[in-house]
């Protein structure tokens, strides 16, 4: 390189950050060589990778993304990722994650993915009645891996899931019931037709991307008519049977009620005194 051009260099370094750098460089190296900025470009392709690993019932993802692939992703993550209606207390990056998590839920609930032995790709939990019903003693419920999850968990999946009858006689499967879904496709059509989006106050998930609640939940013996659903996107659906909210009846329709939150104290022994 020529000294007026070092010194060119040097100047943008000076002044610039390195992403702007990096950018500056990247433009002209397409300018002055197009073929090997596409070759270089394809290198990068190359490297891309995901990885999916579980440990101690948490799954840990790892990987690099390409250019486009990259941008694509964080398009769909940031659009998902904006704080919502009532209680939503998460960090971003809590809430980039359950953004991944709805983008994987919304694409298996279309339909629309390369099925599997004729299935389409879904979480199957194997449970009991009693585990359904969180009965004190039953057995845990299962992922299809074998993983325990919480029997709260299993309920909300249950609001809208579809659940085929397994009996059993000495560890032995004799019959399997034909797989039904609790909310028919009927009373999900009833259900859009009278809400445009998430029921949760504030919240602007459009109806496609929630799942029919039941006000008394189901597990419990609530009644599946259209006038005891609700919509609600995943993160207020979680929030209700896991994260002990309440949606309660009043006469203007329901309201959402917060859990009582436990205030910690700081309290000061004798002859202790507060840190500055």
Known sequence: MDRPRQAQWIGHAKQSTVKNLHWLADHVRYMLDPDSFDHGIEEDYEKRFLSISESSGMFHISGVLDREGGSALKAAIESLAKR???????TPKQRRADALVEVAHQAMNQGTLPRSNGVRPHITI??????????????????????????KTVQRLACDGALARVLKADSQVVDVGR??????PAQWRGLKARHRCCAAPGCDRPINWTSPHHVEFWAHGGKTNLSDLLPLCYFHHRLVHEGGWQVVRVANGVKFIPPDRIVPRR??????????
């Open 84 to 90: 919502i209606g009532t209680g939503d207390e998460r």
């Open 126 to 151: 194997h449970t009991t009645v009693e585990g359904l019903k969180r009965e004190l003693g039953a057995p845990a419920s299962e992922l299809q891996d074998g993983l325990p999850i919480s029997s």
């Open 179 to 184: 797989a039904t879904r609790v909310v028919s």
């Open 267 to 276: 309290v000061r022994g004798p002859g202790m005194r507060w840190a500055a």
